[in-house]
C-alpha cells in the first residue's frame, strides 16, 4: 500500500474501464457510419445534359445504360470528353426529362444499346427516423460520457459526483518514489535559516518519541512565503528527498474544477491518502489560488474556490499529534490569505525564504557555476556583489544565459565577459540595433553622463558600477550603481543623493544643450515617487512633521493600485505638493552646481562615452578622478 500497489482485481477493473472508455466513440462512429451509407446511393460519373447524353446515343458512343426512375447511367465504348473541361470519362449521367421517357426507351433500341431498367430506390422510413434521432444519441452519449468522468455509474468508485474512480474528483496530488530524481538541502543554497525551520520537521518525522517525551507535537503545517523566484518549491522538492517518508505534491490550482464540489472531493481524498501512509507530508503549491480570504467571490460563500478552502480548514483542522502529517504550503502572496489559514492548529509555522543577500549570492552561483567550464578571470564574488536584487532563479537563469553567450560565440569557456553581458540582458533586455542621429547620440552621452557625474560626486550615492548608450530593451542608455554593502533602511540623506543621481541626466543636458528632453520621463516618475514617499510615509519633511498622508493603497484582491478616500484637509494636501517640490528642486540645484563646478570633466566624460559608448568604473574614474569608498545600498538604473 505504501509503494501505490493496487489489488489484483484491478487488473480487470482497468480492462472494463478500457473497454467503456471506447465502447462510446466506437458507437458514435457506427452511427455515422451508417447515416452515411444507408441513403441513396450517390451517382456515379459527371452529370451530362440530356441533349448532348441523345447526341451520343445517336453517335453509337454509348455502350450500356441503367435506367433507374428518371436517372439514368450510361457507359461509353471509348472514353468521351464531358463538361466544360472536357474530362474524358467512361461513365455519366443525366435525367431523363418528366415526359419523352417512351421516345428514349426507341432510341435506345434502335441506336443498339444494352439497356438495364431498375426499380428507383425509395428513402425507408427507418432512415427518416435515424436521421432524426442521430443528434439526440450523439448529445445523450457526451452527457453518459461527462458522467462516467465525474466517477457515476458501475465502475464509478463511489457513485454519482462524489465518487474517486478516476473520474473529475480524483485527486491529482502526486507522489514523490524513490525513482524519482532526489533533491536534498545540499542543493538549496542561500537559505540557511529556511534550511533550519524546515530541517526542524525531517527530524520530528525521523524521531517523533524524542519530541513527545518532551510534550512537543509537530507543527500541523508549514507556509513558505517570499518573493517569486527564492526557491520555495526547491525546498519543498529538498524536503521531499530528506524526509524519507511519502512525499504528496499539487499545485492548489488543480484542486479547482467548473463543477461545484469538485474541488473539495479532491481535498478530501488527497488528505486520505496522505493518512493512510503516515508518517507523510501534502505540499501544496500557489496556495493563494484558493487560499484567498472568504467573501471576496463572485458567489459569495457557494462559489467552487470557497468550498475548497472550507474543505481545506476542515482537514486541517482535523489533524491529532499521533497522525504524523504535515502539510507544507508556499505562496508569494501572504497578504491576501485568508486569517483562519494563518491561526495556530492549522500553519502553525511561517518561513520566510528572502532574497539573497551578497554572500547567499556568492552561494548560489558557486552552486550553479559547478557546471560550467569557467575561464580564469570569472570571479564570483564580483559577480555576486554586481547583483543585488537578483533572486536564486534569477541567477541560475544569469549562469544559463552566460554559458549560452559562450556556446554562440563557439567559446570553451565561460568568460567574465559573458557574465556581464548576460547581466544587462536581464536588467535591461537585449540590445536593439537603432538608427540614432548623431545629435540624438550626443543628448544621451551627455544624459548618462549627468547621472554618472552626480552618482560620481554625491557622497552618499551609490556606487558606480557602469554607464552605457547602447539602447537594451525599451532603454535607450542606462547608469548602473551596486552598494558597497547591503542595506537594510534607507537614511534621509541617502535618499536626498538618490534623488539627484536620477535628475542628473536632465540637469546636464540643460547644462550642456540648454533644454531637457522627453528622456527624462521614467526619471521624473522615479524621483518624484521618492519624494513624495520621503513626505508623506517617513515623515522626512519638517514642515508637516511624522504624518501618514499616503493616498494609494494596493487592493490585494484586485491586484492593483486604488486610490482611497482622503483623510486629510486641502490645506495638508497642498503642503504636501510643496514639501514633495522642495525636495525635487533641492535635489536639482544641487546636481547642477556640481557638474557646472566640474564641467570640464565631465565634458571628458561625455566624449569618452559617445566614443566607447560604454565606461565601467575604471574609465569614468579616469575622466572624474578617484571617489571615496562610500557604503550604499540598492541599485538604481537612472
Known amino acids: 500500500m505504501a509503494n501505490g500497489s493496487n489489488p489484483s482485481g484491478d487488473n480487470d477493473n482497468q480492462g472494463m474501464s478500457g473497454l467503456q472508455r471506447w465502447a462510446l466513440p466506437a ?8 447515416f452515411l451509407f444507408s441513403g441513396p446511393l450517390a451517382p456515379q460519373g459527371p452529370e451530362v445534359p440530356y441533349t448532348r447524353f441523345t447526341g451520343l446515343v445517336d453517335k ?24 466544360a473541361r472536357g474530362k474524358k470519362v467512361r461513365q455519366a449521367t443525366t435525367r431523363v426529362p418528366l415526359f419523352g421517357g417512351d421516345k428514349l426507351m426507341d432510341r435506345l433500341e434502335k441506336a443498339n444499346v444494352e439497356t438495364t431498367v431498375r426499380e428507383q430506390r425509395q428513402t425507408g422510413w427507418w432512415w427518416i427516423l435515424l436521421l432524426l434521432l442521430v443528434p439526440w444519441l450523439f448529445l445523450m452519449g457526451m452527457q453518459f460520457f461527462q458522467w462516467r468522468r465525474m466517477g457515476g455509474g458501475a465502475g464509478g468508485g463511489g457513485g454519482g459526483f462524489g465518487g474517486f474512480g478516476g473520474g473529475l474528483t480524483q485527486s491529482k496530488a502526486k507522489r514523490v518514489t524513490r525513482e524519482d530524481p532526489t533533491t536534498t538541502f545540499d542543493d538549496v543554497a542561500g537559505q540557511d535559516n529556511a534550511k533550519r525551520e524546515v530541517a526542524e520537521v525531517v527530524d520530528f518525522l525521523a524521531d517523533p518519541e524524542r519530541f513527545r517525551d518532551v510534550g512537543a507535537e509537530a507543527p500541523h503545517g508549514m507556509l513558505m512565503v517570499g518573493p517569486p523566484g ?9 524536503l521531499a528527498g530528506e524526509a524519507g517518508v511519502a512525499f504528496y505534491h499539487q499545485s492548489a490550482s488543480e484542486f479547482i474544477e467548473m463543477v461545484v464540489g469538485v474541488g473539495a472531493a479532491r481535498v478530501r481524498q488527497a488528505f486520505e491518502e496522505a493518512r493512510k501512509n503516515a508518517p507523510a507530508i501534502l505540499f501544496i503549491d500557489e496556495l493563494d489560488s484558493i487560499g484567498r480570504m472568504r467573501g471576496t467571490g463572485l458567489g459569495g460563500g457557494h ?6 478552502l472550507n474543505q481545506i480548514l476542515s482537514e486541517m483542522d482535523g489533524f491529532s499529534g499521533h497522525e504524523e502529517v504535515v502539510v507544507v504550503a508556499a505562496t508569494n502572496r501572504p497578504d491576501v490569505l485568508d486569517p483562519a489559514l494563518q491561526r495556530p492548529g492549522r500553519f502553525d509555522r ?20 559547478e557546471a560550467l567550464p569557467l575561464a580564469a578571470d570569472v570571479d564570483i564574488d564580483r559577480i555576486a556583489r554586481g547583483t543585488p536584487g537578483f533572486s536564486g532563479a534569477d541567477l541560475k537563469n544569469l549562469a544559463n544565459e552566460a554559458a549560452i553567450r559562450a556556446a554562440r560565440e563557439h567559446k570553451k569557456h565561460v568568460t567574465y565577459a559573458h557574465f556581464d553581458d548576460a547581466r544587462d540582458s536581464i536588467i535591461m533586455g537585449s540590445e536593439r540595433a537603432l538608427s540614432i542621429t548623431p545629435d540624438e547620440h550626443y543628448r544621451l552621452a551627455v544624459h548618462e553622463s549627468g547621472h554618472t557625474a552626480a552618482a560620481h560626486f554625491l557622497p552618499n550615492a551609490d556606487a558606480l558600477y557602469k554607464v552605457s548608450i547602447i539602447p537594451r530593451g525599451q ?25 539627484g543621481v536620477i ?46 498622508l499616503r493616498q494609494d493603497d494596493e487592493q490585494p484582491f484586485l491586484g492593483q493600485q486604488m486610490a482611497q478616500p482622503r483623510q486629510f484637509s486641502d490645506t495638508t494636501a497642498h503642503q504636501v505638493d510643496e514639501a514633495v517640490r522642495a525636495f525635487l528642486t533641492a535635489a536639482e540645484d544641487r546636481v547642477m552646481r556640481l557638474i557646472q563646478d566640474n564641467r570640464e570633466a565631465v565634458e571628458n566624460l561625455v566624449q569618452a562615452l559617445e566614443e566607447e559608448e560604454t ?24
Open 27 to 34: 458507437l458514435l462512429v457506427g452511427l455515422l457510419l451508417l
Open 60 to 83: 453509337g458512343a454509348v455502350q450500356h445504360v441503367v435506367v433507374r426512375g428518371h436517372q439514368v447511367t450510361m457507359t461509353f465504348r471509348e472514353k468521351q470528353p464531358v463538361g
Open 230 to 238: 527564492t526557491g520555495k518549491t526547491l525546498m519543498a522538492r529538498a
Open 303 to 308: 462559489d467552487e474556490r470557497e468550498q475548497t
Open 350 to 369: 511561517r518561513i520566510s525564504l528572502e532574497l539573497p543577500d551578497v554572500k547567499a549570492r556568492r552561494s548560489i552561483l558557486e552552486l550553479h557555476a
Open 475 to 499: 532603454a535607450l542608455g542606462g547608469t548602473h550603481q551596486i552598494p558597497e554593502e547591503e542595506r537594510y533602511t534607507m537614511p534621509e540623506d541617502y535618499l536626498r543623493d538618490r534623488i
Open 503 to 548: 535628475l542628473g541626466g536632465r540637469c546636464a543636458e540643460r547644462i550642456f544643450l540648454g533644454t531637457v528632453s522627453s528622456g527624462a520621463d521614467d526619471d521624473i516618475k522615479q524621483a518624484t515617487r521618492i519624494a513624495r514617499g520621503m513626505v508623506t510615509r517617513w515623515g522626512m519633511a519638517d514642515d508637516i512633521g511624522p504624518m501618514d
Open 615 to 638: 565606461l565601467d568604473r575604471a574609465g569614468v574614474e579616469a575622466h572624474l578622478g578617484a571617489r571615496p569608498a562610500v557604503a550604499a545600498a540598492g541599485e538604481a538604473d537612472a
